[in-house]
T-cell receptor, first 111, second 115 residues
Framework: NAGVTQTPKFRVLKTGQSMTLLCAQD?????MYWYRQDPGMGLRLIHY???????AKGEVPDGYNVSRLKKQNFLLGLESAAPSQTSVYFC??????????FGSGTRLTVV | DQQVKQNSPSLSVQEGRISILNCDYT??????FLWYKKYPAEGPTFLIS?????DKNEDGRFTVFLNKSAKHLSLHIVPSQPGDSAVYFC??????????????FGSGTQLTVLP
């Protein structure tokens, strides 16, 4: 019973590099979300998806792109990483709109 | 402007005593509130929730109180245990059946329960 799995768990990028964070859920949830957590800021929504093939912007979408080609996967892309994107990224999924299940996070450092 | 605020970054409580974590919100459209607990190097896990039509919800040692007129909610943990030491996030959402409910989170409160 994996729940929500995020890969990788840690990554260091140089400014300008690109990368993709993968989120996979095995609970057949319709809704998936990407949040970032920064000190003193709580968790802020980057993008979300209400179903396969759909995506929408959250509170802080700039500099990120997402795709939901398969129901179980939600990918977060950074095309040209910036130091301001240094953060801990959490993926979550939900079925009923109320209860989120979170992954364990990806710690990204951009130098 | 933060719509959900947790003004206490940290709280220390003696084991066996009550822990009270507070949360204020500004958006009157919020109709569902949740508390999440987070241990280091793990994702947040759901703890307890409350709908805006209620003013109290209890689950074992955890009780959430909602004061809509004051736009304030609190989480009470009684009795507090060392294993409760974690960061607690308050979250809120507003309606929208058939669409994803986006949760707005507070900045979190680090609870330390001292043995």
């Amino acid at each position: 019973n994996a729940g929500v799995t995020q890969t990788p768990k840690f990554r260091v990028l140089k400014t300008g590099q690109s990368m993709t964070l993968l989120c996979a859920q095995d609970m057949n949830h319709e809704y998936m979300y990407w949040y970032r957590q920064d000190p003193g800021m709580g968790l802020r929504l980057i993008h979300y998806s209400v179903g396969e093939g759909t995506t929408a912007k959250g509170e802080v979408p700039d500099g990120y792109n997402v795709s939901r080609l398969k129901k179980q996967n939600f990918l977060l892309g950074l095309e040209s990483a910036a130091p301001s994107q240094t953060s801990v990224y959490f993926c979550a999924s939900s079925f009923s709109n109320y209860g989120y299940t979170f992954g364990s996070g990806t710690r990204l450092t951009v130098v | 402007d933060q719509q959900v605020k947790q003004n206490s970054p940290s709280l220390s409580v003696q084991e066996g005593r009550i822990s009270i974590l507070n949360c204020d919100y500004t958006n009157s459209m919020f109709d569902y509130f949740l508390w999440y607990k987070k241990y280091p190097a793990e994702g947040p896990t759901f703890l307890i929730s409350i709908s805006s039509i209620k003013d109290k919800n209890e689950d074992g040692r955890f009780t959430v109180f909602l004061n809509k007129s004051a736009k304030h909610l609190s989480l009470h943990i009684v009795p507090s245990q060392p294993g409760d030491s974690a960061v607690y996030f308050c979250a809120a959402s507003e309606g929208g059946s058939g669409s994803a409910r986006q949760l707005t989170f507070g900045s979190g409160t680090q609870l330390t329960v001292l043995p």
